[in-house]
């Protein structure tokens, strides 16, 4: 019988998340741990990406008025065309230095709401479209300390709102559809400069309703581009403008895309010296058919509680269903560096829009791909902020999430409303960072960060392990290839899984562990990424390491 105090405990726990009005909690969640890092930043986080130098780009809109942060040294943006404040002191962009815990305003100049991007293998990150005068800019960062925004007019030849981007192995971005474009372009526009058609995207758009924008696409190991918009996918050949194959529709038909907003990853590629590579692909979540019209009319239908899996590289794919413990709109999905794949943030009914989602769902998940079927899926410790509508995530260097943003509304609102917008930053700590598995946890002390790595080479990495027993055959290095996340879907984001060809102790518990790295292009676009050891599932702190 369970004691007295065990109890009283488990009631103040239901106490404590019965206050929280329609908050979806539960009780006997497992692991994970939250920490708030600033209250505010100023702005919300609508968009996202880590950068080689640890710092965190964030934005959201130059629409919204002014914004909590004030633009430095008395600068003010002058836009005449914007539709909320033509002359505007405060900031819409931040950039977050992780390790110090520290922002700082930047400067865009227009409207950057809805908009898309990736990290170019230099380091820099290339910002497509937006809306009003920002639907055709191109915007780069380069990390560097005292670096801002610089915009490319007409950067683009298709008005890009809620379009995909993607690097492509030479090196080019790719970028996909957008409200109104069913077709595609390149960026730089040095080989195609006019947009493409692609007929899949005008056969995915519901009228009056969309459920085809933000589109997944990911680089398959051949080369291709699994492009998935509404509820199918194809496997597309982006050099010939050929449909190589169609997938199956997923099982039930229902959208999985925005605003049904569901999200997917491509699970982590593993056996890359295999003659041939399989992908996965997982896509969780999102809102049944009807769900936006319902909402607009003050009804919340119940969020999908469905992942489909499918392997793309077969050839007679066919989508497996899963059921998750929590449904879920609006979530996002990460990539952790041990191969797991995290499920936070969204809602538990409605769909994504102004005031159109209910129910937070405040409970991450872990996906354990490498788990039977029915035992894949693990509730992790909640959260007491709900991040709705515009919120956003990223995979940091030392194993957290970074979370933020939250703004279901046309405008800042913090009072008056369900749900305040949220300028606040937190992190979530798998519980592999737990303080328990302190000596289990690899520490790499060779090569150095920013070392440059090649394709098809044999690298040793040396790491420190303090554990009294090394199991050589749990130890693997995984390479990561961090994200834009915006709107559900984390953008570029890749899981390379190295493995380990030889593991060596070398005394003082110092390890050599050989690795080769990913053959070709088409597994690995050239760029930045982060290297870590995993050792028995818990990872060392990252690296970034240049391949080329």
């Known amino acids: 019988m369970a004691s007295p105090s065990f109890i009283f405990s488990i009631l103040l726990l239901h106490l404590l998340f019965a206050s929280l009005p329609s908050h979806r909690t539960l009780t006997f969640a497992a692991d994970g741990s939250w920490q708030l890092l600033q209250k505010s930043v100023g702005i919300s986080a609508m968009h996202m990406q880590l950068l080689r130098n640890d710092r965190v780009i964030m934005f959201d809109r130059t629409d919204f008025g002014p914004s909590n942060l ?19 002191c405060t900031a819409h962009s931040v950039e977050y230095d992780v390790f110090a815990n520290k922002f700082r305003a930047l400067t865009v100049q227009t409207d950057v709401w809805c908009s898309s991007g990736a990290i170019m ?10 809306f009003n005068d920002g639907e055709r800019r191109v915007r780069v960062f380069s990390p560097c300390r005292t670096c801002d925004w610089n915009e490319i007019p007409n950067g683009l030849t298709a008005k890009r709102w809620y379009a995909s981007n993607h690097i492509l192995p030479d090196g080019r971005q790719i970028i996909v559809g957008g409200r109104g474009q069913f077709n595609y372009e390149f960026i730089p526009k040095n080989i195609v400069s006019n947009k493409i058609n692609l007929p899949f995207l005008s056969e995915t758009n519901d009228k009056g309703i969309e459920n085809n924008l933000y589109p997944f696409v990911f680089l398959n190991v051949d080369g291709n581009l699994f492009i998935f918009a509404n509820n199918r996918a194809i496997l597309f050949d982006y050099v010939n403008n050929i ?12 959208p999985r895309s925005y605003p049904s907003t ?23 979540g999102g809102a049944p058919k009807g769900s936006y019209l319902q909402s607009l009319k003050g009804t919340f239908m119940a ?5 489909a899996r499918i392997k793309i590289t077969d050839p007679n794919p066919e989508w497996v269903m899963e059921t998750m413990p929590l449904a879920r709109v609006m979530g996002d999905m990460i990539l952790l560096p041990n191969g797991n794949v995290l499920l936070i943030n969204g809602a538990g009914s409605g769909t994504a829009g102004w005031e159109q989602g209910r129910d937070p769902v405040l409970s991450p998940v872990l996906y354990q791909p490498d788990n039977n079927i ?12 709900p991040r709705m509508y515009h919120s956003t995530v990223a995979l940091l260097r030392d194993g957290r999430v970074l979370v933020g943003g939250s703004n279901p509304h046309a405008f800042y609102n913090f009072t008056g409303v369900l749900f305040p917008t949220e300028l606040s930053l937190e992190a979530f ?63 570029n984001q890749r899981l390379l899984v190295l493995g380990n060809e030889k593991v060596t102790a070398v005394g003082n518990s110092i390890y050599n562990i050989e690795a080769t790295t990913p053959k070709s292009g ?17 990872p060392s702190q990252g690296i970034w390491v240049r391949l080329h």
């Open 522 to 538: 088409n597994l690995a676009p050239s760029g930045f990424y982060l290297l870590f050891v995993v050792h028995q599932g818990i």
């Open 262 to 284: 569901g999200s997917a990853v491509l699970l982590p590629l593993k056996n890359l010296k295999a003659a041939a590579i399989e992908a996965e692909v997982l896509v969780c």
């Open 374 to 385: 029915g035992s894949r899926f693990e509730v992790q410790n909640p959260t007491t902020t």
């Open 429 to 491: 700590s798998p519980a592999y960072l737990d303080a328990k598995f302190d000596k289990m946890r690899p520490t790499i002390i060779a090569p150095k960060s920013m070392s440059g790595i090649r394709y098809r080479k044999k690298y040793t990495i040396q790491v420190v392990i303090n554990s009294d027993k090394v199991d050589e055959s749990s130890v693997s290095v995984t390479m990561f290839a961090p994200a834009f996340n915006t709107h559900s879907f984390s953008m």
């Open 121 to 130: 293998p230099d380091g820099n990150l290339f910002q497509t479209g937006g």
């Open 70 to 88: 004030l633009l430095p040294n008395g600068k003010c943006r002058n836009d005449p065309t914007d539709t909320a404040l033509q002359v505007d």
């Open 303 to 307: 969020a999908l509680n469905t992942c």
């Open 243 to 254: 449909v190589v194959k169609k997938y199956p529709m997923i099982p039930g038909g229902e």
